[in-house]
């Protein structure tokens, strides 16, 4: 078949977002938890000035225990920072004030991409690869992680795609270092990628051990290389110990990045 050229699909920020254990929710709260989400977010866009941001939304749809939407591309700097702090503000404001029946907590993902956005408000709009990819990130372990290692106090653990952290983060149009992610690796059905984390407020094992967990299970994601036999040796990783094969910053650090004890102490 003869393959001809089409318009490419004009390039969105993308954000989604995930409730944590919106499933270990009470059946009866759970459709007040789904109709807050678009509410908090709302709030979060207006507490750092971006209202203008979230009224020109390109589109957003609800996915039950989550919501996902597309912005001009333009918008992508603002959504790692200030909106990401700000999201972890509010969520601790609502807790604080009861507005939602549990303290809530969310997963974020943040992507760049061509997506199809006709203005017509079509269900269909926001579809692509990048659509998709925004999903596995926001599904991928060691986002999930960032959650189950933290205290209550944090309650926003985000992952930002490779593409937008070249073009957010390390182009210098985002408020934010590079030192403030963490590379991770990403399998996720057939998205195989690094992306980077952000915790706004880290807590618990995120401030003892990093971003990364100690692998302590060999089922725990990542392009990992586990060492020792039934106990540690002298000369070598220590067990719970692996190392990513990957571009960008982790501890401060670039390239091919160990992740456990420091070896050189005893």
Known sequence: MTRTATELPPYRALLAVDIRDFSGSLGRDQARITDAVPTILRSAFQRCGLAETWQEMRFGFGTGDGYALGLSS??????????????????????????????????????????????????????GTARIE?????DASPVRELLNRSGPMTRVAAIVSARAYQDAVLSGYAADAPENYVAAPVEVKKLVDTGYLRVPS???????????PRISDPAVVGDEDHRGGEKDRPGEQARNAYTFHGP??????????????DPTKP
């Open 74 to 127: 333009s918008a992508l700097p603002f959504l790692l920072n200030p909106f990401l702090p700000a999201l972890q503000e509010e969520l601790v404001y609502r807790a604080e004030v009861n507005a939602d029946p549990v303290p809530l907590r969310m997963r974020v993902s943040i992507h760049v991409g061509p997506v199809t956005d006709s203005g017509r408000g079509l269900l269909s709009e926001g579809s």
């Open 134 to 138: 925004t999903h596995r990130l926001l």
């Open 202 to 212: 880290p807590s618990g094992g995120l401030l003892s051990d990093g971003f990364l």
């Open 248 to 261: 960008g910053f982790v501890h401060g650090g670039t390239g091919n990045q160990y992740n456990g004890p």
